[in-house]
């Protein structure tokens, strides 16, 4: 019997209504109050004296799970409202009253958290071993260590506060000014008016006219508001530099480092590296030039397809073949993910309005996910459906965890989705029914390591070299052009005919605010689940439960003690990174072999 998956999400069942929901306005004022509740304790809390006081910290650690949860989810439902229709004026209003509950919290969990840090270290110590607390100890030790890098209780609260309209407004305005950009692009002969994400799909399009028009279209749109966008961009950063500046923070990337749960020298490692194996991936986009007929490659033809018989999938099919590769790799996975698809956990559907890109996001209250993406039926589209639902399954996976021993950083969070996404695109390769259709799921794959390794390190290179340039004062649209387009050349190795300078307007990575350099993350997670796809596959299907156990590892330690405890790897080494390199070299290889007859 054929399954008919639902293509649009069902956002009902959590708050009925949408934006003018009454159970959303109700579970809204409830937090409110419940806020006034959590802050009245906050203000009560002394710093602990005493190995007795260990029962008063747990109480209030419960009280603010608590709160956490009932912000999270009325956060997250609010967030897949502005995502579904970038016409929601009412859910952008109510994405600044949830910011506003947020930063509220944030003021009282600071306040705790100073407190914490003046506890004497004999005390701290007693306090650590006394049993309602000796869960916690990694993540009430990583308060602790940031409390220190802070200033003042009065003076972070003050920025916490300002940051709502002057910090994280800049990014909601980036997403509005986004959000009401149309271009109008002749596809199949008929003109069709596109949101700036149904115009991103475009990029893979098999006619070459199509993709260069809908790029030009959308640089022209760029251009139009670049000095929008700079302003925007400008001000998030200048906010952020300006912050630092008064903590005493030196290196804009102290805080993303931090964030991660990693040591600058595992990123140096990382990146040193990649930038010493590029090689391979400027020879493979030298081939896909070739194979496309050009002398080089343009910035709007790197997702192009090389093969006339590129394979659609239908959302319908997606799903089966997902859901049929994770049944190989585990029953828990493949259980998990037919539920997300059965109970309509998933908006797929290609419509106007939807903001670009895709995401997933966890419902604490619920232990729910909602996935976000606009799916057009090609195998990268499959890759990214099964990269969203790896995100969800290490939310499912951290279930038996205590919710304060949940808050993964985002290089291993990236490391679940990349490892859904692997047992997907591999299993696609090895079921190609022909050579033509081998080579295209095969470039699929190495389209995604040129993205890491190359694509990724411009926008870290863009950024790196932005910010030392905002130090000194605002930084003028065409000179984010200059860095822009010197940035993909380093980053791509010479590798492309063209390039994008207005890529530093149309990447929402460099607008969120929550997380800074939104970009590292990615290819450290995809260079990490390399590592644990490989003991995978050494292992078999029983790896499943050691996978789970590495994930539910990920919110309680720094990301050299995951990777030693693991995997037994130090990744403070450029070799842990070149084994991973390594695998992605061979993809590259392999296409160039397969196309070599036909260039």
């Known amino acids: 019997m054929t399954v008919n998956y639902p293509e649009v999400w069902d956002l009902d069942t959590l708050f009925p209504g949408g934006s003018e929901s009454q159970e959303l306005r109700q579970h809204m004022d409830d937090a409110?109050?419940?806020?006034?509740?959590?802050?009245?304790?906050?203000?009560?809390?002394?710093?602990?004296?005493?190995?007795?006081?260990?029962?008063?910290?747990?109480?209030?650690?419960?009280?603010?799970?608590?709160?956490?949860?009932?912000?999270?989810?009325?956060?997250?439902?609010?967030?897949?409202?502005?995502?579904?229709?970038?016409?929601?004026?009412?859910?952008?209003?109510?994405?600044?009253?949830?910011?506003?509950?947020?930063?509220?919290?944030?003021?009282?969990?600071?306040?705790?958290?100073?407190?914490?840090?003046?506890?004497?270290?004999?005390?701290?110590?007693?306090?650590?071993?006394?049993?309602?607390?000796?869960?916690?100890?990694?993540?009430?030790?990583?308060?602790?260590?940031?409390?220190?890098?802070?200033?003042?209780?009065?003076?972070?609260?003050?920025?916490?506060?300002?940051?709502?309209?002057?910090?994280?407004?800049?990014?909601?305005?980036?997403?509005?000014?986004?959000?009401?950009?149309?271009?109008?692009?002749?596809?199949?002969?008929?003109?069709?008016?596109?949101s700036v994400g149904q115009a991103n799909n475009l990029s893979s399009h098999k006619d070459a006219g199509v993709r260069k028009e809908s790029y030009e279209k959308l640089e022209e749109a760029w251009t139009d508001k670049e000095e929008f966008f700079a302003k925007t961009l400008n001000s998030i950063a200048g906010f952020r530099l300006e912050t630092y500046k008064k903590r005493g923070w030196d290196n804009p990337?102290?805080?993303?480092?931090?964030?991660?749960?990693?040591?600058?020298?595992?990123?140096?490692?990382?990146?040193?590296?990649i930038s010493k194996n590029k090689q391979p991936f400027v020879a493979y986009l030298n081939q896909k030039g070739k194979l496309l007929g050009k002398d080089g490659l343009d910035w709007y033809d790197v997702d192009a397809p090389v093969t006339e018989s590129t394979q659609q999938f239908s959302y319908q099919e997606g799903a089966e073949f997902i859901l049929k590769q994770f049944g190989k790799f585990g029953p828990e996975l493949e259980q998990f993910a037919q539920q997300a698809f059965e109970k309509g956990w998933i908006e797929a559907e290609d419509r106007p309005n939807k903001r670009p890109g895709g995401f997933c996001t966890g419902l604490p209250l619920s232990e729910e996910s909602r996935i976000f993406m606009t799916y057009s039926g090609s195998m990268s589209n499959?890759?990214?459906?099964?990269?969203?639902?790896?995100?969800?399954?290490?939310?499912?996976?951290?279930?038996?965890?205590?919710?304060?021993?949940?808050?993964?950083?985002?290089?291993?969070?990236?490391?679940?989705?990349?490892?859904?996404?692997?047992?997907?695109?591999?299993?696609?390769?090895?079921?190609?029914?022909?050579?033509?259709?081998?080579?295209?799921?095969?470039?699929?794959?190495?389209?995604?390591?040129?993205?890491?390794?190359?694509?990724?390190?411009?926008?870290?290179?863009?950024?790196?070299?932005?910010?030392?340039?905002?130090?000194?004062?605002?930084?003028?649209?065409?000179?984010l052009n200059e860095l822009m387009e010197q940035a993909q050349k380093e980053g791509f190795a010479g590798g492309l005919a063209s390039t994008h300078p207005h890529f530093w307007a149309s990447k929402l990575h460099f607008y969120i605010t929550y997380v800074p350099f939104y970009n590292f993350p990615y290819t450290f997670g995809y260079l990490f689940s390399l590592s644990v796809y490989a003991k995978a596959i050494e292992e078999g299907t029983g790896f499943e439960e050691k996978y789970m156990a590495l994930l539910r590892d990920t919110a309680v330690m720094s990301a050299e003690d995951l990777a030693m405890k693991h995997l037994g790897e130090d990744i403070t080494q450029q070799a842990f990174w070149e084994k991973g390199i390594a695998l992605c070299v061979q993809d590259a290889e392999e296409f160039i072999s397969l196309t070599s007859a036909e260039v």
């Open 382 to 479: 499959v890759a990214t459906l099964a990269h969203e639902l790896g995100h969800a399954f290490h939310t499912y996976a951290l279930r038996p965890v205590h919710s304060l021993n949940r808050s993964y950083a985002m290089n291993v969070a990236e490391t679940a989705s990349t490892f859904a996404e692997m047992i997907v695109a591999d299993a696609a390769v090895k079921n190609a029914q022909s050579k033509e259709e081998k080579i295209a799921l095969l470039e699929d794959k190495v389209q995604r390591s040129v993205a890491f390794f190359m694509n990724i390190h411009s926008r870290f290179l863009f950024e790196t070299r932005f910010y030392e340039e905002r130090k000194n004062g605002v930084v003028p649209a065409s000179r």
């Open 32 to 194: 409110a109050t419940k806020l006034s509740g959590f802050e009245e304790s906050a203000q009560q809390f002394e710093v602990p004296s005493a190995k007795e006081d260990a029962q008063k910290v747990a109480d209030l650690l419960e009280q603010m799970s608590l709160m956490m949860k009932h912000l999270s989810q009325s956060g997250a439902f609010i967030g897949c409202l502005m995502a579904q229709n970038t016409q929601d004026k009412k859910a952008a209003i109510l994405d600044s009253e949830s910011s506003s509950l947020s930063a509220r919290f944030q003021n009282s969990f600071q306040k705790i958290q100073q407190d914490l840090a003046k506890t004497e270290e004999s005390v701290w110590a007693e306090l650590l071993n006394e049993e309602p607390l000796r869960d916690f100890t990694f993540v009430l030790n990583e308060w602790r260590e940031e409390a220190k890098m802070l200033l003042s209780e009065k003076e972070e609260s003050l920025i916490t506060a300002l940051s709502v309209d002057g910090y994280h407004g800049w990014s909601q305005l980036y997403d509005m000014l986004v959000g009401e950009i149309n271009v109008t692009v002749t596809v199949d002969g008929e003109p069709k008016t596109l």
């Open 253 to 273: 990337l102290q805080e993303p480092l931090h964030i991660n749960r990693m040591k600058e020298e595992t990123l140096d490692a990382m990146w040193g590296a």
